[in-house]
């Protein structure tokens, strides 16, 4: 489905900015407790069901701007394993690879414009990573997200898991 822009955002969208773009918003929590991590997979994607705009893609066809929505899409959650690491160490590799991530372009032609990678300090510590275009989020939008991650996570789970924001990049 394709859906030919109207919005100011995607209006002034220039052909070079749909294939590179570098305009994205990094936030990390922490997850204290036991975690399941397929279930908190299926949250993300639940979400990415949920909204249209986590399945949007944007594109120039014959000089008209537009969006494709997706009618499905499904992430991937990559785990990354830093139980070995002293806490000094885990600290800085969060912080290098937030700061790689959010550096990473998203090209606005290709889906999903959005990632999440999980990473584990120790049995009961993760750290989920996730990074997004801004034109399919904002801050405020960021917050929502967990909190309907946090919501759906808990509806699934028997086990509780406390999901505290720790730094934007």
């Known amino acids: 489905m394709i859906d030919y822009c109207t919005t100011h955002d995607t209006a002034e969208l220039t052909e070079k900015q749909l294939s590179y773009c570098l305009h994205n918003i990094s936030t990390t929590f922490r997850l204290v407790g036991l975690l399941n991590v397929e279930i908190l997979k299926q949250s993300l994607n639940e979400i ?3 909204h249209e705009t986590l399945r949007t893609t944007f594109t120039i ?3 008209l701007k537009g969006t494709i929505t997706a009618p499905y899409l499904s992430l991937t959650l990559p785990v990354v394993d830093w139980r070995q690491l002293s806490q000094e160490e885990q600290l800085i590799e969060v912080l290098l690879l937030a700061t790689e991530e959010v550096q990473q372009p998203f090209y606005l032609i290709n889906k999903p414009l ?3 990678t999980l990473l584990q300090i120790d049995e009961q510590e993760h750290v989920l990573l996730i990074v997004m275009h801004h034109i399919i989020n904002s801050n405020w939008s960021t917050e929502e997200f967990i909190k309907e991650i946090a919501t759906l996570y808990e509806a699934s789970s028997i086990k509780s898991l406390s999901f505290t ?3 934007s990049v």
């Open 114 to 116: 959005l990632r999440a």
């Open 165 to 167: 924001h720790i730094f």
């Open 61 to 63: 066809i014959d000089e």
């Open 48 to 50: 990415v069901q949920r």
